[in-house]
Every structure is written in structure tokens, then in C-alpha cells.
């Protein structure tokens, strides 16, 4: 990451959240305020400054147009990116807000507060949906699941983290994690679930009932902030003890470390995995940008040999005694034959319905099918095209079918074709066109096998009556004892 950009923010930063659409602009939350930030900008773009007490926990919906914040009046807002005042605002809690987000349905808000309470609310009528107090300490933190639109996820200062369904009056699921929990993070697959507390991070398998998988105790103090990247292939952790430590989902061990001036108290990742942001307890941002890949173009060059390197010894003439040896030919592959020898299929189909394959030698392609039949691998090459490559192929397909020497490996591929794409017929126009046109190619051939059958029968009678016969006439001659057997042939 190239040198770290700090922007002083007006008190202790309790939450950053990254947009998910682009430009990737990044809503911070500190004191009374939600700046949002340019991927680049040091200023901010965008600023709602409209509460009357401090704010927390601004979140973006999945389209990026919206935020919902918490606050410390225990109202929970809801604004519109491109605006200014509030589009509503949620009364039901008696304390401060800290935990706010979006179901993935979009249409509705959970909450919770420092009132042991968890709230779903919906965003049209701006109603209370349903209220669970099932935690006896402040729910501090929470998250959407992104499978399930009922699903949530709160965790507490009472050490539980709570999967609720808000079709259920009750939580389902119930999690002891053993010291107030600061942060809690869901998988994008739903199956796992990561909270954080104390000194601890631990992951949980929520399909098999909430069994811990691995506890890490890589931080000294306490652990406030977890974050995934894109890939969910790394694990960001932040803590008071002033270091952001990365963990590989695969084996959870640290892999790199950040180490900051102060104590850490909200960490955000950029959906690309370029921008690094973390919120300190001194109201300092830090934000980190990837460093672009240089290519080092000078050291990759190689010094090219002198002129007469190339020239030397084109004018000797050999002698009578010399022995010429002759350099083998290098065989040159085509495009097909090299990937067919790499067993990529898909592309080697590809390779052969370009335009000029297709109809100066199609041969080839016939023959690139017939041998990806043969290996078993026609079907899957076939399978998985969009659009543009079904209508090739059945262009191809109802213009050769009908040539003899093809006839056996089309009839085979459109046979293929017709049993995948059967069921998205009538999805697009052009390739139920070019079905319509197969189906009027082999009905016009078959009536013509047909025709000539008639014929041939008719011709095959003509002959008949043409052929010449053969009469065996047989005389016994009997001279001293032998039998002689005489055949005469007569013509008609």
C-alpha cells in the first residue's frame, strides 16, 4: 500500500461503510456528523450533520442510495444519499441506537439498541415490524444476512450473539462467545458467521448449529472491528491494541499485520479490495490506497545480439568433403490442435467457428466436434454459451447438416443442442429463428430420402426386367461311363 493519508474527524470514529456500487464512496460516522468521502477526495463530498446528539453506525442498502444511522436519542434515521433531510425516522427505542442495517429485501431496516432490544422496521410505512429483548446487556453490534432476507445477526455486551428470523417471534439461534461482543461478521455463503470480543476472534458454523470452528488470540486487547474482502479469502481484524492483524480464511492464521498510532475502533474495506480505511478513537481516518502494479519494462529487455551475429556464415559455400546435416522442419500447430492437446474444449470449439474456419474449411470444425465426441467432451463444450455463440452454432449446424459427408456429427451436435437449450426456448427471437430453420433443413432432406427411395425402388424394377437369365439345361451323356453336364444359354 502506497503512504497512508490521515483526515482529522470531529470526535471518536465509530463506524465507516463502503458503497457497493461504484465510485466506492465510503460513509463515515464520528460525533454528530456522517461525512461521505470520495475513493480519492481528502474533503468530504457529501455531509449530514442534521442530529441533535451524536450519530452512529451508518450503513449503506445494496443499491447505494440509501443510509440508516442510529443515534444517541434513540431514533433510528433513514437518508437519501442525494438529499438533505431525513426520508424517515424511526421512534421505538428508549436509548441510544448503535447497531443499524438493511435486510437484503432492501425494504426493510433491524436495529438495535442500548435498550437490550432488537427492532425490524419497515421503510414504507415507517412502522415497527416486530421488537425482540431477548439480550440483558447493550447490543453494540449486528448484520444482515445476504442468502436469506428475514435472517439477522445481533451481538451483545451480555456475551450471546443472537440469530434472529423475523418471521419468529423468538431468536432461533444462540451463541455464548464468552466476553462482551464487539463486532459480529456473516460469510457471504451464510454458513459462517465470525464475532469478535474481548481478546478473541472466533468462527462459528451456523449450519451445524452454532459450533466453533477455530478461536484466535492474535490481539492483546480488546478486539472492536472485523471486515471480509471481496473474495472472502482474508479477514480483517481491528483492536485498542493499535494493530489491524489479516488472517487467510483457509488455514486463520495471520498472514500480515498493520500497526497504527492509536487504538482502532472501525475498519472498512473498498469492494475492490484497493482502499483500506480505519477509524481511530482520536478521530483521525487513515486511509491506504493499493499501490499500482509498475511494470518494469528496462530490466526485462534483453540485449539484442550485434548484425553480424545473424549475417555470420550465410555466405559459406560447403566442401566437397563436408556433411550437410539438415535442420528438422518445427511442426507448427494450429490454434485448435493446441488447445485440444490442452484438453480446454470449450475454447477449442471456439477456435473453430470463427467466420473463415466456418466457411472456407468446414471440414475442420466438423472435425473438431466429431473428435471432442469422442473424448466425451462435446456436451460440456456445447453447454454454457450465450446468445450470440447458440445462434452461430445453429447457423453452422442448419447449413451442413444436410451435406453427406457431415451428416453423422451434425445430426449428433444438433441433437446436443436441442436437449440443452431446450429449456430457454422462447427466450430469444433469434435463436428460436435459427431452430425453426434446422427443424426446416432436415424435414426438407428427409422428404427428399424419401423421394429417393421411391426412385430407386422404381429403377431397381426397370432393371429387373433387363438382367440376363440363365437356363441350365442339363444332359446326361453317358460315353464309357463318365457324365457330361451341358449347359446351353438362351437370351430374351
Known amino acids: 500500500f502506497q503512504t497512508p493519508v490521515q483526515i482529522k474527524e470531529f470526535g471518536a470514529i465509530n463506524n465507516i461503510d463502503f458503497s457497493p456500487t461504484p465510485p466506492y464512496n465510503y460513509a463515515v460516522t464520528a460525533s454528530s456528523r456522517i461525512h461521505i468521502y470520495g475513493r480519492y477526495s481528502q474533503e468530504p463530498i457529501k455531509t449530514f450533520s442534521r442530529f441533535r446528539d451524536a450519530a452512529y453506525g451508518a450503513t449503506y442498502r445494496d443499491d447505494g442510495r440509501l443510509l440508516a444511522a442510529g443515534s444517541e436519542d434513540g431514533s433510528v434515521c433513514l437518508l437519501d444519499v442525494g438529499g438533505k433531510a431525513p426520508l424517515r425516522?424511526?421512534?421505538?427505542?428508549?436509548?441510544?441506537?448503535?447497531?443499524v442495517g438493511f435486510l437484503s429485501d432492501k425494504y426493510r431496516i433491524f436495529s438495535g439498541g442500548d435498550d437490550y432490544s432488537s427492532n425490524v422496521w419497515d421503510i414504507p410505512s415507517a412502522t415497527e415490524i416486530i421488537s425482540y429483548s431477548e439480550h440483558t446487556d447493550y447490543v453494540r453490534c449486528g448484520c444482515p444476512s445476504k442468502v436469506n432476507a428475514d435472517v439477522f445477526i445481533t451481538g451483545s455486551y451480555d456475551h450471546t450473539v443472537k440469530l434472529f428470523d423475523?418471521?419468529?417471534k423468538s431468536s432461533v439461534m444462540t451463541i455464548e462467545h464468552g466476553h462482551p461482543v464487539e463486532s459480529v461478521l456473516l460469510f457471504p455463503s451464510?454458513?459462517?458467521?465470525?464475532?469478535?470480543?474481548?481478546?478473541?476472534?472466533?468462527?462459528w458454523d451456523v449450519l451445524k448449529g452454532g459450533h466453533l470452528l477455530v478461536s484466535l488470540k492474535n490481539h492483546h486487547k480488546t478486539v472492536t472491528c472485523l471486515c471480509l474482502n471481496s473474495s472472502g479469502q482474508r479477514l480483517l481484524s481491528g483492536s485498542l491494541d493499535r494493530h489491524v492483524k489479516i488472517y487467510s480464511t483457509t488455514s486463520y492464521k495471520v498472514v500480515h499485520s498493520f500497526n497504527y498510532a492509536t487504538s482502532i475502533l472501525s475498519l472498512a474495506l473498498s469492494?475492490?479490495?484497493?482502499?483500506?480505511?480505519?477509524?481511530?478513537?482520536?478521530?483521525?481516518?487513515?486511509?491506504?490506497?493499493?499501490?499500482p502494479e509498475e511494470k518494469n519494462e528496462d530490466s526485462q529487455k534483453k540485449r539484442q545480439p550485434a548484425y553480424r551475429t545473424y549475417v555470420k556464415g550465410r555466405t559459406y559455400m560447403p566442401k566437397q568433403e563436408d556433411f550437410c546435416v539438415s535442420k528438422p522442419v518445427k511442426r507448427v500447430l494450429r490454434k485448435y490442435d493446441k488447445l485440444l492437446r490442452s484438453f480446454e474444449s470449450s475454447k477449442a470449439l471456439d477456435a473453430v467457428l470463427e467466420p473463415p474456419i466456418m466457411v472456407h474449411t468446414p471440414e475442420v470444425t466438423v472435425a473438431v466436434m466429431q473428435e471432442l465426441h469422442r473424448r466425451g467432451t462435446l456436451r460440456s463444450a456445447l453447454a454454457g454459451r450465450d446468445e450470440k455463440q447458440v445462434n452461430l452454432l445453429l447457423t453452422f449446424v442448419a447449413r451442413r447438416v444436410i451435406e453427406p459427408r457431415f451428416t453423422p456429427v451434425l445430426v449428433t451436435v444438433a441433437d446436443m443442442i436441442t436437449d440443452i437449450y431446450q429449456p430457454v426456448v422462447g427466450q430469444s427471437a433469434v435463436v428460436d429463428k435459427q431452430?425453426?430453420?434446422l427443424q426446416e433443413a432436415i424435414g426438407k432432406e428427409i422428404d427428399y430420402q424419401e423421394e429417393l427411395l421411391e426412385v430407386l425402388?422404381?429403377?431397381?424394377?426397370?432393371?429387373?426386367?433387363f438382367t440376363k437369365k440363365k437356363d441350365t439345361c442339363l444332359e446326361q451323356n453317358k460315353n464309357n461311363g463318365v457324365t457330361e453336364i451341358i449347359e446351353t444359354n438362351r437370351n430374351y
Open 89 to 99: 425516522q424511526f421512534e421505538g427505542h428508549t436509548k441510544p441506537v448503535h447497531v
Open 166 to 168: 423475523a418471521r419468529t
Open 190 to 203: 451464510g454458513g459462517l458467521l465470525v464475532s469478535a470480543g474481548g481478546r478473541y476472534v472466533k468462527v
Open 271 to 291: 469492494p475492490e479490495d484497493e482502499t483500506i480505511v480505519v477509524g481511530m478513537t482520536n478521530g483521525v481516518l487513515n486511509v491506504k490506497h493499493r499501490k
Open 435 to 437: 431452430f425453426l430453420k
Open 457 to 465: 425402388g422404381m429403377m431397381d424394377t426397370l432393371f429387373a426386367t
